[in-house]
């Protein structure tokens, strides 16, 4: 489903595996829309369920398949990426065992003797000033009429 962020325009779109679990999740706590958070700026989108529907039609035949294909696609029930990542907190004494040390510090080179600084430039010449950019003279009063 192509959808489009009402506060900031950018285009995304919802994979039918979302959607079918978004109208199972409606459906189960009797909710009429589901909130699409935007990718870019990651707020809510209001979807309404009339409007999910209107793209899945056969939802509760899809919903009956989609259960069957996640449990043939994984190796392992619970086995997600998601949770394969998570960790348990360390106790305090597991802590103290794994504190990095800090690395050896190389030993730093002499700096070379500084070179002598390059001559001071001298002013560049005054160029002489033109005619049209002369600063003092002013044109002449122009004569009124009368």
Partial sequence: MNLRCIYCQTPFTLARSEMIAAIVHMNEKNMNHY??????????????????????????????????????????????????????????SQRATMVKKPAPKKPVKTAAPKKPAPAAKKPAAKSKPSASSSKGKKAPAKKSRK
């Avoid at 909130?35 to 989108?45: G, L, M, Y």
């Avoid at 619970?78 to 360390?90: F, Q, R």
């Fill in 35 to 92: 909130d699409a958070h935007c990718p870019r700026c990651r707020r809510a989108n209001s979807i309404s369920r009339q409007r999910m529907e209107l793209f899945l039609p056969n939802w509760q035949e899809a919903a009956k398949q989609q259960p069957a294909m996640a449990m043939a696609a994984s190796p392992g029930p619970g086995a997600s990426a998601s949770s394969s990542l998570k960790t348990d907190p360390l106790s305090k």
